[in-house]
C-alpha cells in the first residue's frame, strides 16, 4: 500500500509507510552560483511595497491571510492583468517570499525569493521579475533513496525578522543563510545548519517556518520522506535559534533521542518511515504558546513512537518526558497507518475561535481520510496528556470529497466577525464558518463548495486565491462565487500556490516561470505614496506625479509649512512638484528624485533661515537651468514674494491664515487650478502690510479667504473688501476637516483623482498640494484613524475614479486606506 498518492493537479505527494531497509552513504554535490543583475539593465523604480510577505502562509501560525491589502479587494480584482513572466533555473514547487525596500547593487528594490526544486534559491526583482541574485546547493551525486532519481525538495524559504537575511534549503541537507540584497551566504555560527544527515532518504517536503516567541526568533525545517515510502527516516522537526545557531532535533519516531539520526549502518533507532511533510511544516499557535505539527503513517505507541499524530512542543523545540508535550492521535490509527492515509498530509491549522465560544484555542487537521477535525490545542486529546487516543471536538467529512494534501486558510471577515475555514483538494475547494452551538461548543459548519479542485488557498483584501485545474482564480470567500481567472498556472500543477500584497499576486508555475499580476495603473481604487520620511515622501509623491524633463522644481523646508503652501499653486501651473529639504541639507531621498526628474530649473521658496545657501548651492548640481531664491523677512512677505513672481493682476486670490496650516494646504490645490491665482497669508486679526501691497497690485476680482472665524476673523474679511471690486467670501467649517470639505465643493463631481493626506501634521499635505494642482484634484483632510464625516460626504459627492493617499500608516493608517475604496466611483 504505497503512500506515494498524487496531489490536486496530478503530482506526487510523499507519506510515510514502514520498512525496515538501510541504505549506504552518498556524497552530496557541490555548490554552485550565479549572480547579478545584467550589465546595462535599467535601473528599476524606488520600493513601492510596504507590505512583506516573509514565509509561507504569511506569517508563523500559516493562517494565509494578508488582511493590509487594501488595492486588491472586491470590486478591482477583477481588472487583473499580467505583469511579468520570470523565467527561473527550475520549477519551484512552494510559494514565493516577499521583502520590500531591499538595498541592492541596482538601488533599492522590492525583492521575491523562490526555491526551486533542484536547490536554487533565486531572488527577483519584483516590479520587474529580473534576477537579482541566485545561489545553487543543489543535488550533486545525491540520488533519491542510492536508486536513479536525483534527490529535490519542495520546500520554500524563509525571510529573518530583521529583513536583513534569507534562509532556503539545499539538498545537500542543509539550510543556507544569506545577506537579502546581495546573496553573500553566512558561514561561519553554525551556518550552513544542517537539518538531515541522510538527504538522500529524508526529503525535505515542507516550506521553512520562523517563530519570534520571549525575545528568540527560531527557524523550523522539517523532513520526511520521497515518494515510494523507501528507506531510513524517522520524520523530524529541527528548531534552531538564530539569534545563536544553536538547534534541537524532535524525532517523531525514536523522540526520547534528540539528535540527527545517522546513515545506515548505525542502529540509533530501529523504527522508520513516519514523516513530517505538510505544506507549512509547522504551525506556531500564539493562544498556546506552542508550536503543531503532524505525522504521517507510522507506528504509535503513545511514549517515544508517534504515528498518525498531531504533537505539539515549545517554541525552542524541546518536548516533555521524551516526547511532544502534548499530542492528539485518532481512535483509529492502526487503520490510517494500515491504508496509507496520512493524517499528517495537511499541518493543524489554527484558527480564530467563533464568538461565544466555550474553547478559546482551536484548529483543524485534515488528511488523506478526507476528514476535517477540530482541535482543542490547549487539550489535544481531552485528556490533559500527551499520548491518549482521541479527544477531537468535532469530526466531519471533507464538504467536496476526497483527502486533502494542501493547507488551510482561516480568514475572520471584519464585516461580520465570522471565522471561515477555506479548503482546497483535488475535487474542489469549500468554505465553513465556526460557530458556537449549545453551550458555547465550536463546530464547523460547511457553506459553500466549488468543484474546481486546486492548491493551498490564501485571502488578501477580502479575496481568496488559489491556484486550480483551470488556472489561478479569485473567489468570494464567503459565498465562492468567482470574481477573476486566468489560466496561467495551470500546468503542471503540484504543490505551487500564491502571495497577494501590494496590489500584486505572484505564484510559480509548473514550467519553472514565476508569474505576477496587477492591476492597470486606472484600476487601482485606493493608492498610497510614501516614504520613510516626510522628504522620502516628497520625493514619492514627485516621481509618481510628474515626468523626467520637468520644466520645473519647488524646493521648500520641510520643518515649516508656509513658505510651500504659498508656492504649491505655482509649482502646480508650471508643471513641477514641491520637494522638501532640511534647512541644512538635500536629503538622500530628494537627490535620487532630482536626479530622475532633471528639472528645467529649481526655484527655492523661503529665506536662508529656512533653506540655506549651501542647499541652494547642492541644488545648482541637479539642472542645467537656474537655481533661484523666492523669500521674504517673514512669511508673509515670503507668500507676496512668491505671488509677485507667480501670480497675474485681476484673478480670484486666495487668503488663509499664517499661523495655522490645515486650511492653507486645502487652499493651494485649489488656487492651483486658476491662472495666476496665489494663496496669501494673513494673521487670525489683520492684514500684514507687505499682503495689503501685494493685494493692491493684484487688483483681484475676487477674494476667497479659506478657513473659518477663528483662524481668519470676520474683520480680517471685512478688510479684504477693500482690495477687490469682487466679492469676497468664505470657504470654511467648523474644524479643519470641515474647511478641506467646504474647498471640495468648488471642484465637480467625478474627477479622475482625488488626494487625501493626514490634518493632524502638515508635511505630507505640503507636497500632495502641488500634484494635486498639476491634476485639477482636490486634497482632503483626514485623522490618523479615521475618515471624518465631513470629509466623508465630500467625497461620497465628489465620487472620484481614484484616491491617491499621501504619507505612511504612521500618518494616516490602513484602516483609513480601506474606508477610503468605499468612495471610489
Known amino acids: 500500500m504505497s503512500a506515494s498518492d498524487r496531489d490536486p493537479s496530478g503530482g506526487h505527494a510523499a507519506g510515510s509507510r514502514r520498512t525496515h531497509s538501510r541504505l549506504a552513504v552518498l556524497a552530496i554535490g557541490a555548490i554552485a552560483a550565479v549572480a547579478l543583475v545584467p550589465l546595462g539593465e535599467a535601473p528599476p523604480p524606488a520600493s513601492a511595497a510596504t507590505i512583506a510577505w516573509t514565509q509561507f502562509g504569511n506569517g508563523p501560525s500559516h493562517t494565509g491571510v494578508n488582511d493590509a491589502e487594501t488595492q486588491l479587494v472586491p470590486s478591482t480584482v477583477g481588472s487583473l492583468s499580467a505583469l511579468f513572466t520570470a523565467t527561473l533555473p527550475g520549477v519551484s514547487d512552494g510559494q514565493a517570499v516577499l521583502q520590500p525596500a531591499v538595498a541592492t547593487a541596482g538601488g533599492t528594490r522590492d525583492l521575491l525569493f523562490v526555491t526551486t526544486k533542484d536547490g536554487w534559491i533565486v531572488a527577483l526583482d519584483a516590479a520587474t521579475g529580473a534576477s537579482v541574485w541566485s545561489h ?7 540520488r533519491i533513496n542510492n536508486g536513479s532519481s536525483t534527490c529535490f525538495t519542495t520546500s520554500s524559504p524563509a525571510i529573518d525578522p530583521s529583513g536583513a537575511w534569507v534562509y532556503s534549503y539545499g539538498l545537500d541537507g542543509k539550510v543556507h543563510k544569506y545577506a537579502i540584497g546581495t546573496g553573500t551566504e553566512v558561514r561561519s555560527g553554525g551556518w550552513p545548519e544542517t537539518t538531515t544527515a541522510k538527504p538522500w532518504d529524508e526529503k525535505m517536503s515542507p516550506a521553512l517556518t520562523i517563530a519570534t516567541v520571549g525575545g528568540h526568533s527560531y527557524l523550523y525545517a522539517s523532513n520526511g520522506g520521497y515518494p515510494g515510502d523507501r528507506g531510513d527516516y524517522q520524520g523530524h522537526v529541527t528548531t534552531i535559534d538564530l539569534g545563536t545557531g544553536a538547534q534541537r532535533v524532535f524525532n517523531t519516531l525514536c523522540s526520547n533521542l534528540t539528535v540527527h539520526f545517522a546513515p545506515a549502518p548505525a542502529t540509533d533507532c530501529a523504527t522508520v518511515q513516519s514523516a513530517v511533510w505538510a505544506r507549512p511544516s509547522v504551525v506556531y499557535d500564539a493562544g498556546t504558546n506552542r508550536v503543531l505539527f503532524s505525522t504521517g503513517n507510522a507506528t504509535f ?4 513512537n508517534w504515528g498518525d499524530s498531531v504533537l505539539a512542543i515549545n517554541p525552542d523545540g524541546t518536548g ?33 475561535a467563533p464568538s461565544g465560544s466555550s474553547v478559546p484555542h482551536l484548529a483543524v487537521q485534515s488528511g488523506k481520510d478526507a476528514k476535517i477535525r477540530l482541535l482543542n490545542t490547549a487539550n489535544l486529546s481531552g485528556t490533559g496528556h500527551a499520548g491518549a487516543l482521541g479527544g477531537e471536538l468535532q469530526s466531519i ?4 470529497g476526497g483527502q486533502v494534501l494542501t493547507q488551510p486558510a482561516n480568514w475572520v471577515d471584519r464585516a461580520t466577525g465570522t471565522s471561515w475555514v477555506l479548503v482546497a483538494n483535488g475535487n474542489g475547494i469549500a468554505g465553513l464558518k465556526l460557530q458556537a452551538g449549545t453551550g458555547g461548543k465550536p463546530a ?3 457553506v459553500w463548495t466549488s468543484a474546481t479542485g486546486g492548491t493551498t488557498p490564501i485571502v488578501a483584501g477580502g479575496v481568496l486565491y488559489y491556484l486550480s485545474k483551470s488556472g489561478v482564480r479569485a473567489l468570494d470567500p464567503t459565498t465562492g462565487k468567482q470574481l477573476w481567472t486566468d489560466p496561467a498556472g495551470a500546468s503542471g500543477l503540484h504543490w505551487q500556490s500564491p502571495i497577494v500584497a501590494n496590489g500584486r499576486l505572484y505564484f510559480p ?9 496587477a492591476l492597470p495603473a486606472g484600476a487601482q481604487t485606493v493608492t498610497r505614496l510614501a516614504g520613510s520620511d516626510r522628504h522620502a515622501t516628497s520625493a514619492a509623491v514627485s516621481a509618481a506625479s510628474f515626468p523626467p524633463g520637468a520644466p520645473v522644481a519647488y524646493v521648500a523646508s520641510g520643518l515649516q509649512f508656509a513658505d510651500a503652501v504659498s508656492g504649491s499653486p505655482a509649482a502646480a501651473r508650471a508643471g513641477g512638484p514641491m520637494l522638501l529639504v532640511t534647512p541644512t541639507s538635500v536629503p538622500a531621498s530628494i537627490q535620487t528624485e532630482l536626479t530622475r526628474l532633471h528639472p528645467g530649473r529649481i526655484v527655492v521658496l523661503g529665506g536662508t533661515g529656512a533653506v540655506s545657501d549651501g542647499v541652494l548651492s547642492a541644488l545648482r548640481g541637479f539642472t542645467t537651468g537656474t537655481v533661484t531664491r523666492i523669500s521674504g523677512t517673514d512669511r508673509y512677505a515670503t507668500s507676496a514674494a512668491i505671488s509677485r513672481a507667480t501670480s497675474a493682476t485681476g484673478t480670484v486670490a486666495y487668503i488663509a491664515s499664517g499661523d495655522l496650516f490645515p486650511d492653507a494646504l486645502s487652499a493651494g490645490a485649489l488656487a492651483a487650478r486658476t491662472a495666476g491665482a496665489p494663496v496669501l497669508l494673513v494673521t487670525a486679526s489683520g492684514i500684514p502690510a507687505v499682503v495689503g501691497t501685494e493685494l493692491a497690485r493684484l ?12 483662524a481668519v476673523s470676520d474683520a480680517v474679511l471685512a478688510s479684504l473688501k477693500g482690495y477687490t471690486a469682487g466679492t469676497v467670501t468664505r470657504l470654511g467649517g467648523g474644524d479643519r476637516y470641515a474647511t478641506s470639505a467646504a474647498v471640495a465643493t468648488r471642484f465637480g463631481a467625478g474627477p479622475a483623482n482625488a488626494f487625501v493626506a493626514s490634518g493632524a501634521t502638515f508635511a505630507d499635505a505640503l507636497s500632495s498640494a502641488a500634484a494635486a494642482g498639476a491634476q485639477g484634484a482636490p486634497l482632503l483632510l483626514t485623522t490618523p484613524t479615521a475618515v471624518p464625516s465631513t470629509i466623508g460626504s465630500a467625497l461620497q459627492r465628489l465620487a472620484p475614479r481614484h484616491i491617491t493617499l499621501v504619507g505612511g500608516t504612521g500618518s494616516v493608517s490602513d ?7 468605499a468612495y471610489v466611483r
Open 509 to 517: 508555475d509548473g514550467g519553472g516561470k514565476l508569474r505576477a499580476f
Open 444 to 446: 464547523l459548519v460547511p
Open 699 to 710: 487688483k483681484p476680482a475676487s477674494i476667497v479667504v479659506v478657513g473659518g472665524a477663528g
Open 397 to 400: 467529512a471533507v464538504p467536496q
Open 320 to 352: 516533555a518526558g521524551g516526547g511532544p508535550v502534548d499530542s492528539y492521535t485518532p481512535t483509529n490509527q492502526q487503520q490510517l497507518d494500515q491504508q496509507d492515509l496520512d493524517l499528517g498530509s495537511t499541518a493543524p491549522q489554527v484558527v480564530t
Open 815 to 821: 484602516a483609513v486606506q480601506s474606508a477610503l475604496a
Open 136 to 142: 545553487q546547493n543543489g543535488p550533486g551525486s545525491c
Open 301 to 304: 505507541d503513545g511514549t517515544h
